[in-house]
């Protein structure tokens, strides 16, 4: 699946902005705190504008302080999937049982430096894993390769049936590193400049999305 992150995109025309990748999977929002991560994006109420401009299933990334207290929210808001960071959280487990309960998958997310092996219980209670490919916080920055040992961790947890999970990698994601991401096991690329920084957002998913298979019936 092909997730486009609008951090990329034109904040002053979200809905139209969504309408250009209409073919994509799911619509990646990256909500920010300015605490847990050096930038300020948006929140709640700009959520909630977009569940009613877009029909794609929102998978909103949040990158904040205390998500046990802030992420249900988003999910009883109606988003797909609320991903947040084990970094941040004081209760991982009851923070995914709250966002499934309100109805929305969720998701745990790694920053690069945080290992994947102390969390492999704690994934039962999830959809989604998101292995961040660079530091969280800007768009535009270059691809960690040094990460792809956490997906291929991951897909093996799979494949043995011990989890089943999304695995999504965000970051750095274009045309020369989406193999490399594919190969190792992931299966939701989230990619913010190579959709929103290419002339036709809608042509660069799906030139994505073929780069991907090719990779992924290559492994
Ligand atoms: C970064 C965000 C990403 C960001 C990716 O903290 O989580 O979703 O939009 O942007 P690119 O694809 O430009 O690296
Ligand atoms: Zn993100």
Known sequence: ???????????????????????ADWLHVDVMDNHFVPNLT???PVVKSLLKATDLPLDC???????DRW???YAEAGAANVTFHVEAAADAVQTARAIRAAGAMAGLSLKPGTPLEPY??????????LVMTVEPGFGGQSFMAEVLPKVRLARREVRAGH???FIEVDGGIDQDTI??????GADVFVAGSAVYGADDPGKAVEALRVTAREAMTRS
């Open 1 to 23: 699946m092909i997730a486009p992150s609008i951090l990329s995109a034109d904040f002053a025309r979200l809905g139209d902005e969504a309408e250009a990748v209409s073919r």
């Open 61 to 67: 990334h949040l990158m904040i302080d205390d998500p």
């Open 179 to 184: 193999s490399a991401a594919a190969e190792a």
């Open 163 to 165: 989890l089943r999970l």
């Open 71 to 73: 992420a249900p929210g």
């Open 120 to 129: 492999l219980e704690v994934l039962r209670e999830f959809d989604t894993l």
């Open 42 to 44: 948006l929140g709640l």
